[in-house]
């Protein structure tokens, strides 16, 4: 089993940052890659940045150039910094880890919101 505990979110206005962080815990010798995701009202939920335990990176295409994803693997820490924000990023931003067996981890959410 992996935990994962989101904190970080928060109201801010058009154009401002936050940083979302991650707190893992559990079987983590068994992830493969953690990232973040999100979901809108109505809306599925997306990926938004995922790093491989190899330190690769990637983006949807939506958020590249605005959003970094970082860890801190000594405190077991994932990061999603956002800036630029935009109304349209306004989402319920939720923590994954997938193990080797393509198992899912999810955390309980944390709420961004962007005002115009």
């Known amino acids: 089993q992996v935990q994962l505990v989101e904190s970080g979110g928060g109201l801010v206005q058009t154009g401002g940052s936050l940083r979302l962080s991650c707190a893992a815990s559990?079987?983590?010798?068994?992830?493969?890659?953690v990232g973040w995701y999100r979901q809108a009202p109505g809306k599925p939920r997306d990926v938004v940045a995922t790093?491989?335990?190899?330190?690769?990176?990637d983006y949807a295409d939506s958020v590249k150039g605005r959003f970094t994803i970082s860890r801190d693997i000594l405190k077991n820490w994932v990061y999603l910094q956002m800036n630029s924000l935009k109304p349209e990023d306004t989402a319920v931003y939720y923590c994954?880890?997938?193990?080797?067996?393509?198992?899912?981890?999810w955390g309980q959410g944390t709420q961004v919101t962007v005002s115009s």
């Open positions: 559990g079987r983590l010798f068994s992830v493969k890659a």
């Open positions: 790093i491989t335990r190899g330190g690769s990176t």
């Open positions: 994954n880890a997938a193990d080797y067996s393509s198992y899912q981890y």
